[in-house]
Each structure stands twice: as C-alpha cells, then as structure tokens.
C-alpha cells in the first residue's frame, strides 16, 4: 500500500452511481409491474418446490419465469437483483419459503401462468393483508 494525497486520490477516483434504495414493498411492487406488463405472457412455474432440499432448492430458475422476467428488469437489477435463481430471489425481495410456494410453484398454478395472473399474486405477497391473502386462495381464473 502505498501513501497517498487526498488530491491524488481524487484526481484518479472513479464516481459509481449507486442503483435506487428499494425498500421490500417497492420490490415486490415493481416486480408486479414487471409482470402486469407481460400480462397474457405464457410463463414457467417452477417444478416440486417444496420437494428440493434447501440448497437445491436455491439454484432453481427456468427461461420463461416470472423471476427470469424480474432479473431482464434493469430497474430491479440496478437495485441488486443479482440473478435469477430461486434463492437470488428470495434474498431480494424477502420472501420466506411459504411465499416462495404460493408464487412459483407448479402446484399453486391451475391452468395456465400468464404474466398478469402472476402479477396479481406479487401485489397479494406485497400487500400481506389476510383478507387479500383468502381471496388469492380462492382464485380460479
């Protein structure tokens, strides 16, 4: 290491601008977003989820997935999405394993996954009021 001035410090320094702040709720939101703007968009739910052990479980992704759709985001990758794996996900946008389920698996998804259907259960994950939460449950459409 060698010594230096503040001045020649700041002569060769490089300014990086940081990515926004998002707080969870904003994440989720954009993610949301994200989705609603693909909203008749076939997506890929993830297979046997809750069949994975934890580290598994973790390297899940898929092509044409609601979190490969997340990561394209470059709003969401400014803020520090840094893949688009189960577990990048789940670190970035709080989500617990029970979350995890309800969104992306298979076995939650009757029919067919569009982007919009997709879209709504984030804004319901967001918004974790248990009303809102019952009323998803019982979604058929």
């Known amino acids: 290491m060698r010594h230096q001035s503040l001045e020649q410090i700041l002569s060769q320094a490089r300014v990086v601008e940081a990515g926004p702040t998002l707080s969870r709720h904003e994440r989720l939101l954009r993610w949301a977003q994200v989705l609603q703007a693909a ?8 297979r046997f989820v809750e069949f994975y052990a934890p580290a598994a479980r973790a390297r899940l992704r898929g092509e044409q997935t609601p979190l490969a759709l ?5 709003v969401l990758r400014g803020a520090g999405l840094s893949g688009d794996t189960l577990g990048e996900a789940q670190a970035f946008f709080g989500l617990n394993d029970e979350d995890t389920h309800f969104l992306l698996c ?13 879209a709504r259960r984030v804004r319901a994950v967001a918004n974790p009021h248990l009303l809102n939460r019952l ?7």
Not at 39 to 46: G, I, K, M, S, T
Not at 70 to 74: C, I, L, S
Not at 106 to 118: E, I, P, Q, S, V
Not at 135 to 141: C, E, G
């Open 135 to 141: 009323w998803m449950s019982f979604q058929r459409d």
């Open 106 to 118: 298979d076995c939650h998804w009757r029919g067919r996954m569009t982007g919009g259907r997709a």
């Open 39 to 46: 909203e008749a968009r076939l997506l890929q739910p993830l």
């Open 70 to 74: 997340a990561f394209a985001d470059p």
